[in-house]
């Protein structure tokens, strides 16, 4: 899940979790136009923009690459789906694996009001949920079950997406001191992400389960060769990625 960022819970219970009350709380008429419809289309634009070639981010490509390369190749208009979510959540999108779907939330877009604003969240957020639906794909894993496997892919998804990029998170950098400042911000987001699926955890133990899995799952970069702290990074990363399977064996 990516919280303001997205999130997740398993199956039909993901999808009901999103969405309760959503029809009984809203009017989407508005002065003769259907803001529910508007919204689906402009956030599928959206998601175009941004899986499009001359608009790509080296994370989304290299995600997208890395998918196809294990044998879950993402069709966008089947793998990503536009729905309406509950209105009083932070939640931007989550990953589904049981219809092995991203799902992002339309009228939480709407809400974002520059242009840039919405191509970076978009940006970040297939990131972070293409990364879960990565560690689904090559492991199996129980995220909505297992809080080991939930902790470990959010610690991965903050990490490897590139929302905790120092570009975009200059005040809370200078705020929080430059050094170590990438790892501070994937804990954060790490734990509310993890937080939005389990809220029943107390914070003691959440942090203490944060603790136990951030060492090997920060460390590990799959399918990057490198933490990729800046965009430079991604793009070296994605580069060494596409050299070495055009020479590998299949
Ligand atoms: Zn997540």
């Given at each position: 899940?990516?919280?303001?960022?997205?999130?997740?819970?398993?199956?039909?219970?993901?999808?009901?979790?999103?969405?309760?009350?959503?029809?009984?709380?809203?009017?989407?008429?508005?002065?003769?136009?259907?803001?529910?419809a508007?919204n689906k289309k402009?956030t599928r634009?959206?998601?175009?923009?941004?899986?499009?070639?001359?608009?790509?981010?080296?994370?989304?490509?290299?995600?997208?690459?890395?998918?196809?390369?294990?044998?879950?190749?993402?069709?966008?208009?089947?793998?990503?789906?536009i729905?309406?979510?509950?209105?009083?959540?932070?939640?931007?999108?989550?990953?589904?694996?049981?219809?092995?779907?991203?799902?992002?939330?339309q009228?939480?877009?709407?809400?974002?009001?520059?242009?840039?604003?919405?191509?970076?969240?978009?940006?970040?957020?297939?990131?972070?949920?293409?990364?879960?639906?990565?560690?689904?794909?090559?492991?199996?894993?129980?995220?909505?079950?297992?809080?080991?496997?939930?902790?470990?892919?959010?610690?991965?998804?903050?990490?490897?997406?590139?929302?905790?990029?120092?570009?975009?998170?200059?005040?809370?950098?200078?705020?929080?001191?430059?050094?170590?400042?990438?790892?501070?911000?994937?804990?954060?987001?790490?734990?509310?992400?993890?937080?939005?699926?389990?809220?029943?955890?107390?914070?003691?133990?959440?942090?203490?389960?944060?603790?136990?899995?951030?060492?090997?799952?920060?460390?590990?970069?799959?399918?990057?060769?490198?933490?990729?702290?800046?965009?430079?990074?991604?793009?070296?990363?994605?580069?060494?990625?596409?050299?070495?399977?055009?020479?590998?064996?299949?």
């Amino acid at each position: 899940m990516a919280e303001g960022s997205s999130e997740e819970s398993s199956g039909n219970n993901l999808r009901d979790f999103m969405q309760k009350d959503v029809e009984s709380r809203r009017s989407y008429m508005w002065y003769g136009k259907d803001i529910k419809a508007e919204n689906k289309k402009n956030t599928r634009a959206l998601v175009n923009k941004v899986l499009s070639y001359e608009h790509s981010s080296p994370f989304v490509n290299m995600l997208m690459l890395a998918m196809a390369n294990s044998g879950c190749a993402v069709n966008p208009d089947t793998h990503i789906a536009i729905e309406e979510c509950y209105p009083n959540t932070n939640v931007l999108g989550a990953f589904d694996p049981s219809n092995n779907q991203i799902v992002l939330c339309q009228n939480q877009f709407a809400k974002l009001y520059t242009k840039r604003g919405r191509y970076l969240s978009m940006t970040y957020l297939l990131s972070h949920e293409l990364i879960h639906a990565f560690d689904h794909c090559r492991a199996k894993s129980d995220v909505y079950n297992n809080p080991t496997h939930l902790m470990c892919t959010e610690v991965r998804a903050a990490a490897l997406s590139g929302q905790c990029m120092l570009q975009y998170n200059k005040i809370d950098a200078s705020l929080s001191g430059l050094r170590d400042y990438h790892k501070q911000c994937v804990r954060k987001y790490a734990l509310l992400s993890f937080r939005a699926m389990f809220p029943q955890w107390i914070d003691s133990e959440a942090s203490a389960l944060l603790d136990k899995v951030f060492p090997s799952c920060y460390n590990d970069h799959e399918p990057f060769d490198r933490m990729p702290l800046t965009i430079k990074q991604a793009e070296l990363s994605y580069k060494a990625y596409q050299t070495r399977h055009r020479y590998s064996v299949k």
